[in-house]
């Protein structure tokens, strides 16, 4: 009976002993985390470019930059043309501060003069020179002339604001840049006839519209102030084309507005029977109306009339 006794202790000692083993096994996998895997090794980098081992080392300081380009490459002169018409436009500021950005802007090939100056030599009246372009609107001749400030101050009188305006075959831009001292804001259309009336007009920082005579305006109905006709709208017009112009003019108008015929021409006697009740069919206010005969060789010989008219809107129309 001892004898059992003694082995029943032993092996009660035994289980003891395993359990506390275990729970120390087990608070240990528990406590400690188990170990990440061991990261990959990167891999070596590229070796870099032969050319750039061999002809610069590392931490070598740059190679300075070649002579060429370090020195500020010289502003272009302003072009001798663009002077020209700089000189005309008062929002030209722009065209001389880049003048870089003008040179060659007129492709001349395909016409006989290559320059400006060169047009000037053959016709001062073409538009091109600025002793006659300068005085052009300011200056009052005769009864067929409309001063910019007598047609300022008519509107002003009659208790109207001009503010926008077209000028129709109004050339290098004259009128459009004559008025935008005034705060006015003139466009041009023209047509590179025998010149470059287009590029010229944009060199002076005006806007010009290269539009037909035979096509539509592209303004909205009722958007402008004023409509000047210039020298390209004469007797050369057929008649059906210039009745479409008028009533064209008329949709583009405000009422208010003014359509300006200046030294319109035409054979005396079609002056008072084709074009007097054309233009009176607007049923516009006759502000101003002058007629002088064309005492240039071709006016003589087809005994021409100059007229100048300057026409009001009705409002209520």
Request: proline share 10%.
């Amino acid at each position: 009976m001892g004898f059992t006794m003694g082995l029943n202790l032993v092996l009660l000692m035994a289980m003891v002993a395993t359990n506390i083993l275990s729970l120390y096994h087990l608070s240990t996998t528990v406590q400690s985390p188990k170990a990440p895997p061991p990261a990959r090794p990167r891999p070596p980098p590229p070796p870099a470019p032969h050319h750039t081992l061999h002809h610069q080392p590392p931490h070598a300081p740059p190679a300075p930059l070649p002579a060429l380009r370090r020195r500020r490459q010289p502003r272009p002169a302003i072009p001798s043309d663009l002077l020209l018409h700089s000189q005309l436009a008062p929002i030209a500021s722009a065209c001389h501060g880049y003048p870089d950005l003008l040179h060659r802007n007129v492709i001349w090939a395909k016409y006989s003069c290559k320059s400006f100056s060169c047009l000037n030599h053959y016709n001062p009246t073409l538009g091109f020179d600025t002793s006659h372009e300068s005085s052009k609107f300011t200056t009052y001749k005769s009864e067929l002339d409309l001063p910019v400030l007598q047609l300022l101050q008519i509107a002003k009188s009659a208790g109207s604001v001009l503010r926008l305006g077209i000028d129709i075959g109004g050339g290098t831009g004259t009128f459009a840049a004559t008025m935008k001292m005034h705060n006015v804001t003139v466009v041009t259309t023209t047509m590179n006839l025998g010149a470059p009336y287009n590029e010229a007009a944009a060199l002076r920082g005006l806007v010009p519209l290269h539009v037909p005579l035979q096509q539509r305006l592209p303004m909205f109905d009722g958007a402008v102030d004023l409509v000047r006709c210039g020298h390209a709208v004469n007797r050369w017009i057929p008649e059906t084309v210039l009745e479409f112009m008028l009533f064209d003019i008329d949709r583009v108008l405000r009422g208010g507005g003014y359509l300006w015929l200046d030294h319109f021409f035409g054979k005396g006697v079609s002056i008072e029977k084709v074009y007097k009740p054309l233009i009176g069919k607007l049923g516009y206010k006759k502000v101003k109306w002058a007629t002088a005969n064309k005492t240039d060789s071709s006016g003589l010989k087809n005994g021409e009339v100059y007229l100048t008219a300057l026409l009001q809107k009705p409002v209520t129309k």
